[in-house]
């Protein structure tokens, strides 16, 4: 009975928490739930089952298309990529930061016993007590792969988890530079990154290999390594030129007119808040020489002109040209009451000059030196038929 119980603990273990698979962590709770110094499941005498599980039981990855898994040296897990590491909303602890398992783990049994343990004095086997302690100690966390995202399995998931889980603390980023081995998807060998082909089956993990950046993806994209940024990049190598100053790779047919600006990628998308420089989506520089996500300037510009940052045109004047034309065609087809007049002052977002006694429109006024309406009113100085005479009058005298 006591055996049978032993053997289906070591079991839920193992089903409990297949991604929990490196030898020197799960080998010595297997061996230290038996109580016989060594683990009897067969799948932890065969490192190629246990390559198997961590490769069958890994989150699906859609971000690059390889026959490679990696096995994630901060916490040991497999994942397609480092991007579904980080992804994951539910991580075990990483080694540095778990505390090391007691002594009597790795004790081997006391000499000219049964195998099964000594009896202690209140009768119970010290196996027995060490297993329920372990058991209490080491609980596994169980990862719902398939919904763990899904807000109704919110509440369960969190139940799944041991006391004491803080998503704060197991959270981490992987460190792509620390990879050190992986799984191969068609033969589960476990074995060095430092390779684009598998050791026993000779199979080809990916068409472009950095074993700078531990990547492996198809060659569609034409990446290549910056050894000046410190990752790969994708675009063609080709297409890009490195600036020093900006510290990122530029587009040569851009190089010799962009905004040179000391440190501008070294920021977050004002939108999205993501880091630029490490960034996996295309970046753009606008005319005031911040930078910003593609795909977020296309989502700004849909109903904001103006940079987020400093509120300049983050079009071109040209591109801007017929969006002014058209304000100023609605302010002349809708003249403003001479009992709603105002006189202010405004001040040119884009040229940064000062204007006095402009005539104020609710759909903009416009800035004389730059042609542009991204302006804003600093003051206003008369209001109502004071201000539309006034106004008539300096109009009068140009």
Request: proline share 7%; charged share 25%; aromatic share 8%.
């Amino acid at each position: 009975g006591g055996a049978a119980e032993q053997d289906k603990r070591r079991k839920e273990r193992a089903t409990s928490l297949p991604g929990w698979s490196d030898s020197g962590i799960i080998a010595p709770m297997a061996a230290a739930s038996t109580g016989t110094g060594r683990p009897t499941d067969s799948i932890w005498d065969d490192p190629h089952m246990i390559s198997q599980r961590m490769e069958k039981s890994r989150p699906p990855c859609d971000h690059y298309e390889r026959n490679c898994t990696i096995v994630s040296p901060c916490c040991g897990l497999a994942f397609g990529c480092r991007i579904c590491h980080d992804d994951c909303p539910v991580l075990p602890m990483p080694f540095a930061k778990r505390p090391k398992p007691p002594a009597t783990m790795n004790k081997p049994p006391s000499p000219g016993g049964d195998g099964m343990g000594s009896q202690s004095k209140d009768g119970g086997s010290d196996s027995q007590q060490q297993n329920d302690s372990d058991q209490h100690q080491f609980q596994p966390v169980r990862i719902h792969w398939a919904d763990a995202d899904a807000p109704k399995r919110k509440q369960e998931k969190r139940a799944s988890l041991p006391l004491g889980f803080d998503e704060e603390e197991t959270h981490h980023q992987i460190d792509r530079f620390a990879i050190r081995e992986i799984i191969c998807r068609l033969c589960y060998t476990r074995q060095s990154s430092k390779t684009n082909f598998c050791t026993a089956c000779h199979a080809q993990f990916g068409a472009y290999h950095c074993n700078i950046c531990n990547l492996w993806m198809s060659d569609d994209e034409s990446p290549y390594h910056c050894a000046e940024c410190g990752f790969c990049r994708i675009g063609g190598r080709e297409n890009f030129r490195h600036c020093s100053d900006c510290g990122m790779c530029i587009d040569t047919l851009l190089f010799d007119d962009h905004n040179c600006k000391a440190g501008k990628y070294m920021s977050n998308c004002p939108v999205c808040q993501e880091d630029l420089f490490s960034s996996r989506d295309a970046s753009h520089e606008m005319p005031c020489g911040h930078a910003i996500h593609w795909h977020c300037f296309k989502e700004l510009t849909s109903y904001d002109t103006r940079c987020p940052v400093c509120k300049k045109t983050a079009e071109t004047p040209e591109l801007m040209e017929p969006t002014w034309h058209a304000m100023a065609m609605g302010i002349a087809l809708q003249p403003v009451p001479p009992e709603l007049a105002r006189v202010v002052t405004i001040m040119c977002n884009d040229c940064e000059e000062r204007d006095l006694d402009r005539r104020w429109h609710f759909l903009g006024v416009r800035c004389l030196n730059c042609l542009s309406f991204n302006t804003t009113i600093e003051q206003t100085t008369l209001t109502g038929r004071d201000a539309a005479n006034y106004l008539d009058e300096l109009e009068a005298m140009n």
